[in-house]
């Protein structure tokens, strides 16, 4: 009986001493807090908005010019179009009907579509449970490039296109849902009007 007690008051007196430790010491005021460090964003990281005109073309489509990376694509009216706030992102544009999304933009990268493909495949093999991969030779506004199809499990179905400029141009088209060949058409139709300027 005394070991317990003396085990359980020693035990009591190490929780009081913690307590008195934490509690003797000075009070800081919140403005005497340290503030959390957050990456500085430069003014010159960011997009100016006027740079992305948005036209209506009249016919059911809408036309979207990027002046400052010089290229514009026509999409259907029903689209939401998603501006880049960084000077990094491209443009993305959701059909929210069929479930699809398209991105395209330039990258900032010093490597080849060749390079690009490569390790796209290396992260695919390594992290996804692959359905389908393939890839083509394509053609868009005159210049050359490679079409990945992707199925995976995780995400469904996507398509890259990488095209030979300098720098390299990217379209990305992913799908969820079931509408994959509408999807498949509007995709189709972006690459179609695709226009450097």
Same mark, same amino acid.
């Given at each position: 009986m005394k070991r317990a007690f003396f085990v359980f008051g020693g035990g009591a007196v190490l929780i009081a001493a913690g307590v008195f430790v934490f509690m003797s010491k000075p009070a800081v005021a919140p403005d005497q807090l340290p503030t959390p460090s957050a990456p500085a964003i430069e003014e010159s990281?960011?997009?100016?908005?006027? @740079?992305?005109?948005?036209?209506?073309?009249?016919?059911?489509? #809408? #036309?979207?010019?990027? &002046?400052? @990376?010089?290229? @514009?694509? &026509?999409?259907?009216?029903?689209?939401?179009?998603? #501006?880049?706030?960084?000077?990094?992102?491209?443009?993305t544009f959701f059909d929210n009907e069929n479930v699809c999304r398209f991105d395209a933009g330039f990258l900032s990268t010093e490597e080849t579509v060749a390079e690009l493909l490569r390790q796209s495949e290396e992260r695919t093999q390594e992290d996804l449970t692959v359905q389908k991969s393939e890839t083509e030779d394509i053609v868009v506004a005159d210049l050359g490039g490679i079409r990945r199809i992707l199925e995976t499990e995780e995400f469904g179905y996507s398509e890259t296109i990488y095209l030979e400029s300098s720098p390299i141009f990217?379209?990305?088209?992913?799908?969820?849902? @079931?509408?994959?060949?509408?999807?498949?058409?509007?995709?189709?139709?972006?690459?179609?009007?695709?226009?450097? &300027?």
């Open positions: 990281d960011l997009r100016d908005p006027d @740079e992305i005109a948005v036209v209506d073309n009249g016919d059911g489509t #809408k #036309k979207v010019r990027d &002046s400052r @990376e010089g290229y @514009e694509i &026509s999409v259907p009216d029903d689209w939401q179009i998603q #501006k880049p706030i960084f000077i990094s992102n491209g443009l990217q379209v990305v088209m992913f799908v969820q849902g @079931e509408n994959r060949g509408t999807c498949i058409q509007g995709f189709n139709q972006v690459l179609d009007s695709l226009v450097f &300027s």
